[in-house]
T-cell receptor, first 112, second 112 residues
Framework: DAKTTQPPSMDCAEGRAANLPCNHSTISGNEYVYWYRQIHSQGPQYIIH???NNETNEMASLIITEDRKSSTLILPHATLRDTAVYYCIVRVVNTGFQKLVFGTGTRLLVSP | NAGVTQTPKFRVLKTGQSMTLLCAQD?????MYWYRQDPGMGLRLIHY???????AKGEVPDGYNVSRLKKQNFLLGLESAAPSQTSVYFC???????????FGDGTRLSIL
């Protein structure tokens, strides 16, 4: 299973872009990178995922390096409600089943 | 549209007692999952189901049993609760094995 490495915590000023890095140097060619977040006391929330190309949706952008060994989640204009733990996950497929392996994530604190 | 609903939200048990956690989803999803989350840690998969009438073990299945008699419901049982099972339990569902997992808001279980 590919592992991910994330910084334990980051700070961001409200209104600025938050750039959350993730290393996944052992990722396989057919494994996707997923990002979820968990706001305090709530269940995890899906943000975005990608394989090779950069992706963007209404919540965030995902930048994946050409060698796929790392990626960055970008929240373009962070708000106080974006304060959460952000998980970078490499999707493992094992005998037909998708398993999400959650690490300890990055705790993002957005301040006024 | 409620999504994924977990009941109860909180529960305190004594060691040796039994109980069942209920997860219900109204999205017609085939796949359902039970995770536990301990303080400062990511989520760990307990059991999962790939369809009505099927169940399978995840990473940490010991001490738990599950049932999926109806497509919309996934039950997690503790036959003889132990203090080590004190945790927050999350249920999730997805339409397919590649699909995004949608999470409930969790059940906070304390075992004394």
């Amino acid at each position: 299973d590919a592992k991910t490495t994330q910084p334990p915590s980051m700070d961001c000023a409200e209104g600025r872009a938050a750039n959350l890095p993730c290393n996944h140097s052992t990722i396989s060619g057919n494994e996707y990178v997923y990002w979820y977040r968990q706001i305090h006391s709530q269940g995890p929330q899906y943000i975005i995922h990608g394989l090779k190309n950069n992706e963007t949706n209404e919540m965030a952008s995902l930048i994946i390096t050409e060698d796929r060994k790392s990626s960055t989640l970008i929240l373009p204009h962070a708000t106080l409600r974006d304060t959460a733990v952000y998980y970078c996950i490499v999707r493992v497929v094992n005998t037909g089943f998708q398993k999400l392996v959650f690490g300890t994530g990055t705790r993002l604190l957005v301040s006024p | 549209n409620a999504g994924v609903t977990q009941t109860p939200k909180f529960r305190v048990l004594k060691t040796g007692q039994s109980m069942t956690l209920l997860c219900a989803q109204d999205m017609n999803h085939e796949y359902m999952y039970w995770y536990r989350q301990d303080p400062g840690m990511g989520l760990r998969l307990i059991h999962y189901s790939v369809g009505e009438g099927t169940t399978a073990k995840g990473e940490v299945p010991d001490g738990y049993n599950v049932s999926r008699l109806k497509k919309q419901n996934f039950l997690l049982g503790l036959e003889s609760a132990a203090p080590s099972q004190t945790s927050v339990y999350f249920c999730a569902s997805s339409y397919s094995r590649e699909g995004t997992q949608h999470f409930g808001d969790g059940t906070r279980l304390s075992i004394l």
